[in-house]
């Protein structure tokens, strides 16, 4: 599987941005796709993520209510809206599959919040 994410850059704090991400490859058998971010010094951490055994998508608790994951099944992408962005919010954001257990990650997006 191969993940090819786009957006991110600086925004000011309350605004909005979406990132987007294509797969390619061998992506039948996919059972979970979607986004992590990774802040400086840590690990990454899931922020929202389809998988294929539940119907909704799942959120971090930070994110919820701000953040939207969205998927073009046709086009194979997935889309992350972010909305009232913090400060906080800023990090490396990485799209992410799941298949045949063996996690896949996209190069990653800057994403930096402005105060």
């Known amino acids: 599987v191969q993940l090819q994410a786009s957006g991110g850059g600086l925004v000011q704090a309350g605004g909005s941005m979406t990132l987007s991400c294509v797969a390619s490859?061998?992506?039948?058998?996919?059972?979970?796709i979607g986004w992590y971010r990774r802040f400086p010094g840590s690990q990454r951490e899931v922020v929202a993520q389809f998988h294929t055994s539940a119907n909704m998508p799942t959120y971090a608790d930070a994110v919820k209510g701000r953040f939207t994951i969205t998927r073009d099944s046709a086009k194979n992408m997935v889309f992350l809206q972010m909305n009232s962005l913090k400060p906080e919010d800023t990090a490396v954001y990485f799209c992410?599959?799941?298949?045949?257990?063996?996690?896949?990650w996209g190069q990653g997006t800057l994403v930096t919040v402005s105060s």
């Open positions: 490859g061998a992506i039948n058998g996919i059972d979970a």
């Open positions: 992410n599959a799941d298949r045949w257990g063996k996690r896949h």
